[in-house]
């Protein structure tokens, strides 16, 4: 059984950042795919970034501004965040699968444990 936690929100200017992180407890962690979603208040949850099959994968709302990366050895995933704006107001949430479906990297379908989520907001 899976467990991610995210931790790292909080409310930020525009054009400031923050680092999220994702601590992963049991599965197979090294070998998963990882990705960040977010959901806004009254929409759909959205892609964010992602990695899987050795490529990293940036929702193009974000891309040049948000960087994924892990740290295998203690099992967690970040989301640095730079040159925020309004618009990225969310909650965050990581995401992993152990499987490799179908379905594409930016699906919320393809992941199989989700953590909690962490709120970020960013002030005008």
């Known amino acids: 059984q899976v467990q991610l936690v995210e931790s790292g929100g909080g409310l930020v200017q525009s054009g400031g950042s923050l680092r999220l992180s994702c601590a992963a407890s049991g599965g197979t962690f090294s070998t998963d795919d990882v990705a960040w979603f977010r959901q806004a208040p009254g929409k759909e949850r959205e892609f964010v970034a992602g990695n899987s099959g050795g490529g990293t994968f940036y929702a193009d709302s974000v891309k040049g501004r948000f960087t994924i990366s892990r740290d295998n050895a203690k099992n967690t995933v970040y989301l640095q965040m730079n040159s925020l704006k309004p618009e990225d107001t969310a909650v965050y949430c990581c995401?992993?699968?152990?499987?490799?479906?179908?379905?594409?990297?930016?699906?919320?379908?393809?992941?199989?444990?989700w953590g909690q989520g962490t709120q970020v907001t960013v002030s005008s």
């Open positions: 995401a992993t699968t152990s499987a490799r479906p179908y379905y594409s990297v930016d699906a919320p379908q393809r992941y199989r444990y």
